[in-house]
């Protein structure tokens, strides 16, 4: 494959560059950062997102049919890194759940949601873990019976769910259920995109560490919010079901692998070593000795190389969805090799600057607001959002090695 970017390409960066420039004030920044924080954006997003959409930038790479451009993936790429180093917002279409649809959904599911969460009136919060099974998904409880009404056959939900990001905000859920009670393990799951108005359902909020202080603008994993999330008796019609009954662990697998893949999960992971580089590049006093160690180039020079890995496979697997290539394992490796050299880059950045390294935002002499203590704050959650990196090597083996399962 091609590792440069095309002409056309980088003229496209610049715009997009431009556009920012002008229209990302302060005031716009603010009101976007109020949505990475859990307490939804303000007034002055809407017009941002109308904007880009008029530039045909939003979901560039998805269908024209569904309300996309029809675009490449790579093309999506590019502005979506722009967007989220710029301000932390997702514009490439729809996020968690949407990939999904678009991969399992019915006709009807794909020209009623796809469009819709493109236009933002559809946002999904993803609701998989549950309290006593973390991120062992296949020890689902949460449990959806079937039955047969006067007015057709329905879902009755029953059960919780925990970590569930945006919850608050979102008009749907992404819920993994399960529909077989005498199943175990990976059977008997089911995909229901459940409405958040349906009755019965109860959102309570669990702050996290980010809560206060709060962490600036630019804080990997710094959502001040998650939620738990209650079902009593919440009935949906069985069109709510995202592929067949008894198929959910696929179902979400496919969706998880599609949805890790994109600039803005690499960025998680790299925007560390693009901030410590530009803060040594920096006027602050206390960057100029440590620039010109030779011990500490060489650390970031290394941590610079690992963020190039990690942008790197995500080309590899943007180039094989574009050709439509098989797509199994390439999604988990990322999710193991990204977070992983994230943890590493807060580790190492905070042996680079020392004790200021851990004054967190509003604390005198910190170091840019207190940018990497809250990094690391939050450095090992990227090890089990979407699937702990445990999980994630046990599907390079299986599904990328052709490994056998372990007998114990």
Request: proline share 5%; glycine share 10%; with cysteine.
């Amino acid at each position: 494959m091609d590792f440069a970017f095309t002409d056309s390409e980088e003229q496209l960066r610049s715009q997009v560059q431009v556009f920012i420039r002008d229209n990302f004030t302060p005031e716009v920044l603010a009101d976007f950062a109020g949505g990475k924080r859990g307490r939804g954006f303000g007034p002055g997003a809407a017009p941002i997102f109308q904007k880009i959409a008029e530039h045909g930038w939003n979901a560039i790479a998805w269908p024209k049919e569904y309300g996309g451009q029809g675009g490449s993936r790579i093309t999506q790429f590019l502005v979506e890194e722009e967007f989220y180093r710029a301000a932390q917002i997702v514009i490439g279409g729809g996020g968690t759940g949407t990939p999904a649809v678009l991969a399992s959904g019915t006709e009807q599911q794909k020209q009623h949601y796809v469009p819709k969460a493109i236009r933002r009136e559809i946002i999904f919060s993803q609701g998989y873990s549950e309290p006593h099974c973390g991120t062992d998904l296949a020890g689902v409880r949460c449990r959806a019976t079937r039955k047969s009404t006067p007015e057709g056959e329905v879902y009755v939900i029953n059960g919780q769910k925990i970590y569930t990001t945006n919850a608050q905000v979102s008009t749907h859920i992404f819920l993994l259920v399960r529909t077989d009670p005498e199943s175990r393990r990976h059977a008997g799951l089911s995909i229901l995109l459940v409405p958040m108005d349906t009755p019965g359902i109860t959102v309570r909020p669990l702050l996290t560490i980010q809560n206060e202080p709060g962490g600036p603008p630019g804080t990997t994993y710094g959502e001040e919010r998650t939620n738990e999330v209650f079902f009593v008796d919440v009935t949906v019609p069985v069109a709510c079901l995202l592929g067949d009954e008894g198929d959910g662990w696929a179902v979400s697998q496919r969706g998880l692998n599609l949805d890790r893949v994109g600039a803005w999960r690499y960025l998680i992971s790299v925007k560390r070593d693009e901030d410590i580089v530009n803060w040594l590049k920096s006027d602050d006093d206390r960057a100029q000795p440590l620039k010109s160690d030779a011990a500490v180039r060489d650390k970031v020079a290394e941590l610079w190389i690992e963020g190039q890995v990690c942008r790197l496979m995500t080309m590899r697997s943007m180039t094989l969805e574009q050709r439509g290539a098989a797509f199994s394992y390439e999604g988990a490796a990322e999710k193991v090799w990204a977070p992983e050299h994230g943890v590493r880059a807060t580790e190492a950045i905070g042996q680079i600057l020392g004790p200021h390294s851990q004054l967190l935002n509003g604390s005198p002499d910190n170091v840019q607001e207190g940018l990497y203590a809250h990094n690391l704050l939050s450095a090992f959650q990227s090890t089990v959002n979407h699937g702990s990196v445990q999980v994630m090597r046990d599907q390079i083996a299986r599904r990328g090695l052709g490994m056998p399962k372990s007998r114990k």
